[in-house]
């Protein structure tokens, strides 16, 4: 049973950078099978894509976010991290990891975690 | 980049009833389209992929159709645990972009 658990401060000050980590368990991200994303859904609002990486650590990022985001890959630990610099109240959002499944469609979600930037 | 839009943004129908959903491409992705169901405080689950293919376990109920710009999600016989936000997902090519949504509730 593959499982994605996010992990990181639920608090972040303004002007600072957000950092989250996802744990991957049931499936290997160094096979190579599948990409890896992280998405975002504010409160009440829809979902947003904010980017993917594969196990060579090659990324694909959203325009609306890559002058901020930063995704990277620890094979050796089965993980995969975000971070997102310079946040404002606007990237107040639940943080979800997914496993992505050609790189294409998110098969497997982590349970989401809240992310509050307020000072 | 490619927009997708949803309509309508909520609905309420009667356990029964047959619901369609519409979601638009602001261009052609022939059928890179995805559906995904989101219950109220759970992660968004996988119901349809390629515009109209099943994924295992999901109800006969639910089927996708649709090419181009243009798709559709019915539910043929509403159900209680259909409560939920549909949102499509276009995935021709990167950036993955979802539709803005649709409330589906019970009348």
Known sequence: QVQLQESGPGLVKPSQTLSLSCTVSGDSISSGSHYWSWIRQPAGKGLEWIGRIYTSGSTNYNPSLRNRVTISVDTSNNQFSLKLSSVTAADTAIYYCARTSRGELFDYWGQGTLVTISS | ?107
């Open chain 2, 1 to 107: 980049d490619i927009q997708m839009t949803q309509s309508p943004s909520s609905l309420s129908a009667s356990v029964g009833d047959r619901v369609t959903i519409t979601c638009r491409a602001s261009q052609g992705i022939s059928n890179y389209l995805a559906w995904y169901q989101q219950k109220p405080g759970k992660v968004p689950k996988l119901l349809i992929h390629a515009a109209s293919t099943l994924q295992s376990g999901v109800p006969s109920r639910f089927s996708g159709s649709g090419s181009g710009t243009d798709f559709s999600l019915t539910i043929s016989s509403l159900q209680p645990e259909d409560v939920a936000i549909y949102y499509c997902q276009k995935y021709d090519s990167v950036p993955l972009t979802f539709g803005g949504g649709t409330k589906v509730e019970i009348k």
